[in-house]
T-cell receptor
Framework: RKEVEQDPGPFNVPEGATVAFNCTYS??????FFWYRQDCRKEPKLLMS???SGNEDGRFTAQLNRASQYISLLIRDSKLSDSATYLC???????????FGAGTRLFVKA | DAEITQSPRHKITETGRQVTLACHQT?????MFWYRQDLGHGLRLIHY???????NKGEVSDGYSVSRSNTEDLPLTLESAASSQTSVYFC???????????????FGPGTRLTVL
């Protein structure tokens, strides 16, 4: 079993749709969680951190479920510019080990 | 503005040659990382460093080496390039929580390496 697993997709959605991605992790001691965005042939960039209480940044909402060991990312009112690969990232205690998921591809169509 | 740069951006080399990929950051971060990214595998950690003179092996370190002689640079060397090392290589840096940072990793633009 991979340490961080994501549905590779692709998710094909129309503009304005709501789309959700899930990510599961295997290490129950993991402490920090993030979502990164990666555009085609570009470097990954931090989208948002994921906090225990859940957090929102505009159209993006991240949730953490420690009991079930998964994190989620919800994108509301999808834009064409949201088309990208979304990487789930998990750090262990102390942040000494960072594991990247393989990513979920999203295509938003007009 | 602070940044992280990589060079070259594209490189084609032959099997058996030594290749060095450069990574330079002006964030003054202590932590630096090298990853490779291949289809279906996501980002895999090659080597990392927590400061000058400190280097550590990641999960896919065989055939690679790094050195850290200053804060800004972490060059990655492929001792004898193999076709299996054809990949996109990303360098990243971060400031750890312990130093008052958020431990967010900032990535360079990547180097696309082809080994023929």
């Amino acid at each position: 079993r991979k340490e961080v697993e994501q549905d590779p997709g692709p998710f094909n959605v129309p503009e304005g749709a709501t789309v959700a991605f899930n990510c599961t992790y295997s290490n129950s001691a993991s402490q920090s969680f993030f979502w990164y965005r990666q555009d085609c042939r570009k470097e990954p960039k931090l989208l948002m951190s994921v906090y225990s209480s859940g957090n929102e940044d505009g159209r993006f909402t991240a949730q953490l479920n420690r009991a079930s060991q998964y994190i989620s990312l919800l994108i509301r009112d999808s834009k064409l510019s949201d088309s990208a690969t979304y990487l789930c990232v998990v750090k262990d205690t102390g942040g000494f080990k960072t594991i990247f998921g393989a990513g979920t591809r999203l295509f938003v169509k007009a | 503005d602070a940044e992280i740069t990589q060079s070259p951006r594209h490189k084609i080399t032959e099997t058996g040659r030594q290749v060095t990929l450069a990574c330079h950051q002006t964030w003054n971060h202590n932590n630096m990382f090298w990853y490779r990214q291949d289809l279906g595998h996501g980002l895999r950690l090659i080597h990392y460093s927590y400061g000058v003179q400190d280097t550590n092996k990641g999960e896919v370190s065989d055939g690679y080496s790094v050195s850290r002689s200053n804060t800004e640079d972490l060059p990655l060397t492929l001792e004898s390039a193999a076709s299996s090392q054809t990949s996109v290589y990303f360098c990243a840096s971060s400031e750890p929580f312990q130093a008052g940072g958020r431990d967010t990793q900032y990535f360079g633009p990547g180097t696309r390496l082809t080994v023929l």
